[in-house]
Protein backbone atom coordinates (compact mmCIF):
# COMPACT_ATOMS: atom_id res chain seq x y z
CA UNK A 1 0.00 0.00 0.00
CA UNK A 2 1.67 3.43 -0.96
CA UNK A 3 2.22 5.58 2.05
CA UNK A 4 0.46 9.41 2.27
CA UNK A 5 3.82 11.21 0.96
CA UNK A 6 3.57 9.19 -2.10
CA UNK A 7 -0.08 9.64 -2.92
CA UNK A 8 0.49 13.21 -2.25
CA UNK A 9 3.61 13.87 -4.44
CA UNK A 10 1.53 11.93 -7.17
CA UNK A 11 -1.22 13.90 -6.84
CA UNK A 12 0.22 17.22 -6.85
CA UNK A 13 2.52 16.15 -9.61
CA UNK A 14 -1.07 14.65 -11.84
CA UNK A 15 -2.62 17.68 -11.24
CA UNK A 16 0.78 20.18 -12.13
CA UNK A 17 1.30 18.28 -15.54
CA UNK A 18 -2.70 18.30 -16.17
CA UNK A 19 -2.64 22.42 -15.33
CA UNK A 20 1.03 23.20 -17.22
CA UNK A 21 -0.01 21.07 -20.61
CA UNK A 22 -3.69 22.49 -20.81
CA UNK A 23 -1.50 26.23 -20.43
CA UNK A 24 1.08 25.35 -22.84
CA UNK A 25 -1.54 23.96 -25.11
CA UNK A 26 -3.80 27.09 -24.93
CA UNK A 27 -0.31 29.36 -25.20
CA UNK A 28 0.50 27.59 -28.59
CA UNK A 29 -2.39 27.35 -30.27
CA UNK A 30 -3.13 31.30 -29.53
CA UNK A 31 0.36 32.38 -30.04
CA UNK A 32 0.17 30.69 -33.40
CA UNK A 33 -3.11 31.90 -34.86
CA UNK A 34 -2.03 35.50 -33.33
CA UNK A 35 1.50 35.08 -35.47
CA UNK A 36 -0.25 33.95 -38.23
CA UNK A 37 -2.47 36.41 -38.14
CA UNK A 38 0.16 38.99 -37.92
CA UNK A 39 1.77 37.69 -41.25
CA UNK A 40 -1.66 37.69 -42.99
CA UNK A 41 -2.65 41.58 -42.29
CA UNK A 42 1.17 42.33 -43.27
CA UNK A 43 0.81 40.72 -46.16
CA UNK A 44 -2.68 42.40 -47.12
CA UNK A 45 -1.12 45.42 -45.38
CA UNK A 46 1.10 46.16 -48.69
CA UNK A 47 -1.84 45.49 -51.23
CA UNK A 48 -4.48 48.04 -49.23
CA UNK A 49 -1.12 50.74 -49.78
CA UNK A 50 -1.27 50.00 -53.42
CA UNK A 51 -4.99 50.29 -53.37
CA UNK A 52 -5.01 53.73 -51.01
CA UNK A 53 -2.32 55.27 -53.60
CA UNK A 54 -4.26 54.75 -56.79
CA UNK A 55 -7.62 55.73 -55.09
CA UNK A 56 -5.83 58.78 -54.42
CA UNK A 57 -4.46 59.34 -58.14
CA UNK A 58 -7.49 58.43 -59.84
CA UNK A 59 -10.32 58.85 -57.39
CA UNK A 60 -11.20 55.01 -58.34
CA UNK A 61 -9.64 51.44 -57.50
CA UNK A 62 -11.09 50.81 -61.19
CA UNK A 63 -7.52 50.07 -63.06
CA UNK A 64 -5.63 49.11 -59.66
CA UNK A 65 -4.96 45.25 -60.98
CA UNK A 66 -2.16 46.97 -63.26
CA UNK A 67 -0.30 48.42 -60.57
CA UNK A 68 -0.79 45.21 -58.34
CA UNK A 69 2.76 42.61 -58.24
CA UNK A 70 1.88 39.33 -60.09
CA UNK A 71 1.79 36.17 -57.04
CA UNK A 72 4.80 34.71 -55.95
CA UNK A 73 5.15 30.93 -56.84
CA UNK A 74 3.92 28.52 -54.18
CA UNK A 75 6.39 27.16 -52.18
CA UNK A 76 7.99 23.71 -52.10
CA UNK A 77 5.66 21.92 -49.50
CA UNK A 78 2.30 24.62 -50.78
CA UNK A 79 0.21 22.66 -52.81
CA UNK A 80 -0.95 25.15 -56.23
CA UNK A 81 -4.44 25.05 -56.08
CA UNK A 82 -7.77 23.24 -55.05
CA UNK A 83 -9.44 22.23 -58.10
CA UNK A 84 -6.85 19.49 -60.24
CA UNK A 85 -5.15 21.88 -62.41
CA UNK A 86 -5.88 21.83 -66.31
CA UNK A 87 -2.10 22.12 -67.38
CA UNK A 88 1.37 22.42 -66.03
CA UNK A 89 1.49 25.83 -67.56
CA UNK A 90 -1.54 27.88 -65.73
CA UNK A 91 -0.82 30.99 -63.49
CA UNK A 92 -0.94 30.88 -60.40
CA UNK A 93 -4.43 31.88 -59.07
CA UNK A 94 -3.75 35.90 -57.55
CA UNK A 95 -5.67 35.48 -53.72
CA UNK A 96 -5.68 38.95 -53.27
CA UNK A 97 -8.71 40.69 -54.73
CA UNK A 98 -10.40 44.25 -53.92
CA UNK A 99 -14.08 45.12 -53.80
CA UNK A 100 -16.34 47.67 -53.85
CA UNK A 101 -18.60 48.86 -50.94
CA UNK A 102 -21.23 45.99 -52.42
CA UNK A 103 -18.65 43.42 -51.71
CA UNK A 104 -18.39 43.09 -55.75
CA UNK A 105 -15.35 42.15 -57.38
CA UNK A 106 -13.03 45.36 -58.53
CA UNK A 107 -9.98 43.21 -59.87
CA UNK A 108 -9.79 39.65 -61.59
CA UNK A 109 -8.70 37.37 -58.14
CA UNK A 110 -9.07 33.61 -57.62
CA UNK A 111 -12.27 32.15 -59.96
CA UNK A 112 -13.98 35.80 -59.54
CA UNK A 113 -13.96 38.36 -62.30
CA UNK A 114 -14.53 41.63 -62.12
CA UNK A 115 -17.67 42.59 -61.54
CA UNK A 116 -18.35 38.93 -59.81
CA UNK A 117 -20.37 39.28 -56.10
CA UNK A 118 -18.46 37.92 -53.60
CA UNK A 119 -19.04 36.20 -50.15
CA UNK A 120 -16.57 37.13 -48.06
CA UNK A 121 -17.42 34.33 -45.79
CA UNK A 122 -13.69 32.71 -44.07
CA UNK A 123 -12.14 35.62 -46.29
CA UNK A 124 -9.22 37.27 -44.53
CA UNK A 125 -10.50 41.06 -45.11
CA UNK A 126 -8.78 45.01 -44.27
CA UNK A 127 -10.87 48.03 -45.34
CA UNK A 128 -8.98 50.07 -47.88
CA UNK A 129 -9.69 53.69 -46.43
CA UNK A 130 -9.05 57.38 -47.66
CA UNK A 131 -9.41 60.28 -45.87
CA UNK A 132 -11.55 58.66 -43.38
CA UNK A 133 -13.94 57.22 -45.65
CA UNK A 134 -14.22 53.26 -46.72
CA UNK A 135 -13.56 52.92 -50.50
CA UNK A 136 -13.50 49.19 -50.82
CA UNK A 137 -12.14 46.28 -49.14
CA UNK A 138 -8.71 44.29 -50.12
CA UNK A 139 -9.30 40.20 -48.90
CA UNK A 140 -6.83 37.34 -49.08
CA UNK A 141 -8.98 33.70 -49.94
CA UNK A 142 -6.49 31.76 -47.87
CA UNK A 143 -3.70 31.96 -45.33
CA UNK A 144 -0.25 31.79 -47.02
CA UNK A 145 2.06 28.93 -46.25
CA UNK A 146 4.91 30.29 -43.78
CA UNK A 147 8.25 30.86 -44.82
CA UNK A 148 11.20 28.87 -44.35
CA UNK A 149 12.07 31.47 -41.89
CA UNK A 150 8.70 31.92 -40.53
CA UNK A 151 8.84 28.42 -39.74
CA UNK A 152 12.14 28.56 -37.73
CA UNK A 153 10.79 31.05 -35.70
CA UNK A 154 7.76 29.28 -34.78
CA UNK A 155 9.63 25.90 -34.01
CA UNK A 156 11.66 27.98 -31.90
CA UNK A 157 8.65 29.05 -29.83
CA UNK A 158 7.28 25.86 -29.56
CA UNK A 159 10.69 24.54 -28.51
CA UNK A 160 11.08 26.90 -25.71
CA UNK A 161 7.34 26.49 -24.48
CA UNK A 162 7.51 22.70 -23.70
CA UNK A 163 10.84 23.31 -22.38
CA UNK A 164 9.04 25.25 -20.15
CA UNK A 165 6.82 22.90 -19.53
CA UNK A 166 9.47 20.49 -18.75
CA UNK A 167 11.26 22.48 -16.27
CA UNK A 168 7.96 23.64 -14.61
CA UNK A 169 6.97 19.88 -14.28
CA UNK A 170 10.29 19.18 -12.50
CA UNK A 171 9.87 22.14 -10.19
CA UNK A 172 6.54 20.71 -9.52
CA UNK A 173 7.89 17.19 -8.51
CA UNK A 174 10.52 18.87 -6.71
CA UNK A 175 7.88 21.17 -4.38
CA UNK A 176 5.41 18.18 -4.36
CA UNK A 177 8.39 16.88 -2.72
CA UNK A 178 9.18 19.02 -0.46
CA UNK A 179 5.54 19.86 0.99
CA UNK A 180 4.55 16.21 1.47
CA UNK A 181 7.51 15.58 3.91
CA UNK A 182 6.46 18.85 5.31
CA UNK A 183 2.98 17.96 5.47
CA UNK A 184 3.50 13.78 6.70
CA UNK A 185 6.08 14.89 9.09
CA UNK A 186 4.11 15.39 11.65
CA UNK A 187 1.49 13.06 11.04
CA UNK A 188 4.78 10.15 11.24
CA UNK A 189 5.44 11.93 14.63
CA UNK A 190 1.75 11.89 15.75
CA UNK A 191 1.63 7.67 14.81
CA UNK A 192 4.97 7.42 16.65
CA UNK A 193 3.57 8.55 19.27
CA UNK A 194 -0.14 6.79 19.27
CA UNK A 195 1.84 3.78 19.29
CA UNK A 196 3.97 4.64 22.27
CA UNK A 197 0.60 5.39 24.05
CA UNK A 198 -1.27 2.32 23.06
CA UNK A 199 2.33 0.30 24.28
CA UNK A 200 1.59 1.70 27.94
CA UNK A 201 4.67 3.82 27.57
CA UNK A 202 4.43 7.39 29.07
CA UNK A 203 2.79 10.03 27.31
CA UNK A 204 4.57 12.42 25.05
CA UNK A 205 4.27 16.06 24.67
CA UNK A 206 5.10 16.86 20.70
CA UNK A 207 6.01 20.71 19.27
CA UNK A 208 3.13 22.47 17.55
CA UNK A 209 4.82 23.67 14.23
CA UNK A 210 1.63 25.06 12.60
CA UNK A 211 -2.29 26.69 13.49
CA UNK A 212 -3.35 24.52 11.01
CA UNK A 213 -5.37 21.45 11.02
CA UNK A 214 -2.13 19.46 11.83
CA UNK A 215 -1.21 22.09 14.58
CA UNK A 216 -4.77 21.85 15.98
CA UNK A 217 -4.50 17.64 15.45
CA UNK A 218 -0.93 17.66 17.49
CA UNK A 219 -2.96 19.65 20.17
CA UNK A 220 -5.62 17.69 20.68
CA UNK A 221 -3.24 14.65 20.88
CA UNK A 222 -1.19 16.97 23.62
CA UNK A 223 -4.21 17.15 25.97
CA UNK A 224 -5.57 13.44 25.20
CA UNK A 225 -1.92 12.45 26.27
CA UNK A 226 -2.00 14.76 28.99
CA UNK A 227 -5.52 13.80 30.06
CA UNK A 228 -4.85 10.11 29.46
CA UNK A 229 -1.70 10.70 32.13
CA UNK A 230 -3.78 11.72 34.43
CA UNK A 231 -6.64 9.45 34.39
CA UNK A 232 -3.84 6.67 34.51
CA UNK A 233 -2.09 8.61 37.68
CA UNK A 234 -6.01 8.81 39.28
CA UNK A 235 -6.50 5.08 38.66
CA UNK A 236 -3.30 3.84 40.21
CA UNK A 237 -3.97 6.74 43.28
CA UNK A 238 -7.96 5.20 43.60
CA UNK A 239 -6.45 1.81 43.56
CA UNK A 240 -4.13 2.48 46.46
CA UNK A 241 -6.25 4.75 48.43
CA UNK A 242 -9.03 2.00 48.38
CA UNK A 243 -6.58 -0.82 49.33
CA UNK A 244 -5.85 1.56 52.26
CA UNK A 245 -9.09 2.85 52.87
CA UNK A 246 -10.15 -0.83 53.13
CA UNK A 247 -7.11 -2.26 54.18
CA UNK A 248 -6.62 -0.63 57.63
CA UNK A 249 -10.41 -1.71 58.96
CA UNK A 250 -9.73 -4.97 57.78
CA UNK A 251 -6.85 -5.26 59.54
CA UNK A 252 -8.48 -4.05 62.36
CA UNK A 253 -11.27 -6.58 62.40
CA UNK A 254 -8.68 -9.75 61.52
CA UNK A 255 -6.39 -9.30 64.03
CA UNK A 256 -9.31 -8.80 66.69
CA UNK A 257 -11.12 -12.37 65.44
CA UNK A 258 -7.90 -14.25 64.75
CA UNK A 259 -6.93 -13.19 68.40
CA UNK A 260 -10.13 -14.35 69.96
CA UNK A 261 -10.60 -17.16 68.06
CA UNK A 262 -6.55 -18.22 69.07
CA UNK A 263 -7.79 -17.49 72.62
CA UNK A 264 -5.16 -14.81 72.87
CA UNK A 265 -7.75 -12.27 74.02
CA UNK A 266 -10.57 -12.90 75.56
CA UNK A 267 -14.26 -12.23 73.92
CA UNK A 268 -15.78 -8.95 75.57
CA UNK A 269 -18.47 -6.43 74.43
CA UNK A 270 -16.24 -4.05 73.68
CA UNK A 271 -14.42 -5.79 71.15
CA UNK A 272 -17.14 -6.52 69.45
CA UNK A 273 -18.05 -3.32 69.25
CA UNK A 274 -14.72 -2.28 68.21
CA UNK A 275 -15.45 -4.75 65.27
CA UNK A 276 -18.69 -3.38 64.76
CA UNK A 277 -17.34 -0.04 64.71
CA UNK A 278 -14.79 -1.16 61.70
CA UNK A 279 -17.53 -3.12 59.62
CA UNK A 280 -19.70 0.45 59.29
CA UNK A 281 -17.06 2.16 58.26
CA UNK A 282 -16.42 -0.60 55.50
CA UNK A 283 -19.79 -0.59 54.52
CA UNK A 284 -20.09 3.17 54.52
CA UNK A 285 -17.19 3.08 52.22
CA UNK A 286 -18.20 0.20 50.12
CA UNK A 287 -21.86 2.68 49.92
CA UNK A 288 -19.83 6.14 49.10
CA UNK A 289 -17.96 4.03 46.35
CA UNK A 290 -21.20 2.88 44.60
CA UNK A 291 -22.99 6.03 44.92
CA UNK A 292 -20.07 7.89 43.35
CA UNK A 293 -19.74 5.50 40.50
CA UNK A 294 -23.86 5.72 39.56
CA UNK A 295 -23.86 9.44 39.90
CA UNK A 296 -20.77 10.07 37.85
CA UNK A 297 -21.95 7.51 35.65
CA UNK A 298 -25.47 9.64 35.32
CA UNK A 299 -27.18 6.30 36.37
CA UNK A 300 -28.57 7.72 39.25
CA UNK A 301 -31.94 7.91 39.46
CA UNK A 302 -33.06 11.53 41.17
CA UNK A 303 -36.68 12.26 42.21
CA UNK A 304 -36.86 15.73 41.91
CA UNK A 305 -39.74 17.60 43.62
CA UNK A 306 -40.32 21.34 44.67
CA UNK A 307 -39.10 22.22 47.56
CA UNK A 308 -38.06 25.93 49.20
CA UNK A 309 -34.52 26.27 50.39
CA UNK A 310 -35.84 27.27 53.90
CA UNK A 311 -37.22 24.12 54.77
CA UNK A 312 -34.34 21.99 52.90
CA UNK A 313 -31.93 24.20 55.47
CA UNK A 314 -33.32 23.91 58.73
CA UNK A 315 -33.85 20.02 58.09
CA UNK A 316 -29.85 19.63 57.40
CA UNK A 317 -29.66 22.14 60.96
CA UNK A 318 -31.77 19.97 63.28
CA UNK A 319 -29.98 16.48 61.55
CA UNK A 320 -26.51 18.56 62.59
CA UNK A 321 -27.60 20.39 65.53
CA UNK A 322 -26.03 18.31 68.52
CA UNK A 323 -23.03 16.70 66.65
CA UNK A 324 -22.07 20.67 66.27
CA UNK A 325 -23.86 21.74 70.09
CA UNK A 326 -21.13 18.52 70.92
CA UNK A 327 -18.15 20.08 69.18
CA UNK A 328 -19.14 23.37 70.84
CA UNK A 329 -19.92 25.41 67.77
CA UNK A 330 -23.02 27.71 66.97
CA UNK A 331 -25.08 26.26 63.59
CA UNK A 332 -27.31 28.96 61.97
CA UNK A 333 -29.46 29.15 59.46
CA UNK A 334 -29.28 32.40 57.06
CA UNK A 335 -31.92 33.38 54.72
CA UNK A 336 -30.95 36.45 52.32
CA UNK A 337 -34.25 35.03 50.20
CA UNK A 338 -36.07 31.77 50.31
CA UNK A 339 -35.74 30.81 46.53
CA UNK A 340 -38.00 27.72 45.58
CA UNK A 341 -35.66 24.61 44.40
CA UNK A 342 -36.69 21.61 41.68
CA UNK A 343 -34.42 19.06 43.31
CA UNK A 344 -34.09 15.49 45.00
CA UNK A 345 -34.58 16.71 48.84
CA UNK A 346 -32.46 13.19 50.26
CA UNK A 347 -29.54 13.91 47.23
CA UNK A 348 -28.90 17.32 48.18
CA UNK A 349 -29.36 16.68 52.11
CA UNK A 350 -26.55 14.17 51.34
CA UNK A 351 -24.67 17.16 49.97
CA UNK A 352 -25.13 19.41 52.82
CA UNK A 353 -24.68 16.66 55.24
CA UNK A 354 -21.09 16.60 54.00
CA UNK A 355 -20.61 19.58 53.77
CA UNK A 356 -21.73 20.12 57.17
CA UNK A 357 -19.78 17.26 58.78
CA UNK A 358 -16.65 18.39 57.00
CA UNK A 359 -16.84 21.71 59.00
CA UNK A 360 -17.71 20.63 62.27
CA UNK A 361 -14.67 18.47 61.63
CA UNK A 362 -12.62 21.23 60.47
CA UNK A 363 -13.58 23.92 63.08
CA UNK A 364 -12.43 24.55 66.41
CA UNK A 365 -14.39 25.33 69.36
CA UNK A 366 -16.72 28.08 69.87
CA UNK A 367 -16.84 28.53 66.06
CA UNK A 368 -19.97 29.23 63.90
CA UNK A 369 -21.74 27.03 61.08
CA UNK A 370 -23.51 29.18 58.58
CA UNK A 371 -26.28 27.98 56.06
CA UNK A 372 -27.39 30.62 53.90
CA UNK A 373 -29.61 30.75 51.14
CA UNK A 374 -29.72 33.69 48.55
CA UNK A 375 -30.62 34.36 44.45
CA UNK A 376 -27.58 35.54 42.49
CA UNK A 377 -28.64 36.72 38.85
CA UNK A 378 -31.92 34.80 39.39
CA UNK A 379 -30.49 31.83 40.41
CA UNK A 380 -30.65 30.04 43.84
CA UNK A 381 -27.73 29.61 45.38
CA UNK A 382 -26.37 27.99 48.92
CA UNK A 383 -23.77 28.16 50.92
CA UNK A 384 -22.30 26.16 54.30
CA UNK A 385 -20.13 28.73 55.37
CA UNK A 386 -17.57 27.65 58.24
CA UNK A 387 -14.96 29.72 60.54
CA UNK A 388 -12.40 26.85 60.44
CA UNK A 389 -8.86 26.23 59.86
CA UNK A 390 -9.38 26.55 56.21
CA UNK A 391 -7.47 25.29 52.74
CA UNK A 392 -4.10 26.13 51.39
CA UNK A 393 -5.02 27.98 48.06
CA UNK A 394 -2.75 25.42 46.49
CA UNK A 395 -4.97 22.58 47.34
CA UNK A 396 -8.17 24.16 46.92
CA UNK A 397 -8.22 22.57 43.16
CA UNK A 398 -7.87 19.59 44.48
CA UNK A 399 -10.14 19.02 47.17
CA UNK A 400 -12.92 17.22 45.11
CA UNK A 401 -10.86 14.77 43.59
CA UNK A 402 -11.74 10.99 44.92
CA UNK A 403 -9.53 10.33 48.24
CA UNK A 404 -8.05 13.90 48.81
CA UNK A 405 -7.55 15.12 51.99
CA UNK A 406 -6.39 18.37 52.49
CA UNK A 407 -4.98 17.84 55.77
CA UNK A 408 -2.83 14.08 55.04
CA UNK A 409 -1.93 13.58 59.04
CA UNK A 410 -5.72 12.24 59.38
CA UNK A 411 -7.31 8.93 59.40
CA UNK A 412 -9.52 7.85 57.94
CA UNK A 413 -12.25 7.76 61.04
CA UNK A 414 -11.36 10.96 61.87
CA UNK A 415 -10.65 12.69 58.48
CA UNK A 416 -13.30 10.82 56.79
CA UNK A 417 -13.07 8.11 53.34
CA UNK A 418 -12.16 10.89 51.10
CA UNK A 419 -14.96 10.86 49.19
CA UNK A 420 -17.55 13.17 50.59
CA UNK A 421 -16.56 16.00 48.53
CA UNK A 422 -16.05 13.85 45.50
CA UNK A 423 -19.90 13.14 46.01
CA UNK A 424 -20.68 16.33 46.30
CA UNK A 425 -19.53 16.84 43.25
CA UNK A 426 -21.05 14.37 41.28
CA UNK A 427 -24.49 14.98 43.11
CA UNK A 428 -24.18 18.75 42.38
CA UNK A 429 -23.62 17.92 38.57
CA UNK A 430 -26.14 15.47 38.20
CA UNK A 431 -28.82 18.41 39.03
CA UNK A 432 -27.35 20.65 36.54
CA UNK A 433 -25.72 22.90 39.29
CA UNK A 434 -22.00 23.58 39.98
CA UNK A 435 -20.29 23.72 42.98
CA UNK A 436 -17.05 26.05 44.24
CA UNK A 437 -15.34 26.52 47.49
CA UNK A 438 -13.09 29.67 48.33
CA UNK A 439 -10.86 29.22 51.85
CA UNK A 440 -8.36 31.34 53.71
CA UNK A 441 -6.08 29.46 56.21
CA UNK A 442 -7.18 30.28 59.74
CA UNK A 443 -10.32 32.12 58.37
CA UNK A 444 -13.01 29.52 57.40
CA UNK A 445 -14.17 28.07 54.23
CA UNK A 446 -17.47 29.12 52.26
CA UNK A 447 -18.76 26.41 49.49
CA UNK A 448 -21.31 27.29 47.22
CA UNK A 449 -23.94 25.73 44.76
CA UNK A 450 -25.86 27.06 42.00
CA UNK A 451 -28.70 25.39 40.70
CA UNK A 452 -30.57 26.27 38.12
CA UNK A 453 -33.33 28.14 38.14
CA UNK A 454 -37.05 26.56 38.60
Known amino acids: MKSLRVKLILGFAASSLLAIFSAAFLTQSLTFAAFRGYLDEASLGGFVKICIQHYQQTGTLQGVEAKLPSPPPPLPNEPRQSKPAQSDSRPPLKRNGVLDLQNRAVTKFMDYKVGDLVDTTGFIQ ?10 GTAVRAEARELSPSEQ ?10 WGAVALGLLLAVMLAVWLSGRLTKPLLRLT ?6 GLGKPALTLPITSSDEIGQLTQAFNQMSADLETA ?16 TPLTVVSGYVQAMK ?42 QEKIY ?17 QAGLNLVVHLESNPMLLVDPERLRRVLGNLVSNAIRHTSHGGELRLIA ?30 YRADEHRNHEKGGSGLGLAIVKALVELHGGAVSAQSALNQGTTFQIVLRAV
Do not use: W
Open 262 to 303: DGRLPVTKERFETVYTELGLLQNLIEDLRLLSLAESKQLTLV
Open 232 to 247: DRQRRQLTADIAHDLG
Open 192 to 197: HASSQV
Open 152 to 161: AFVLTISRTL
Open 126 to 135: MPVVVDNQQV
Open 374 to 403: KLEQGQPVLQVMDTGQGIAAEKLPYIFDRF
Open 309 to 325: AKQLLEGVQQAFIERAK
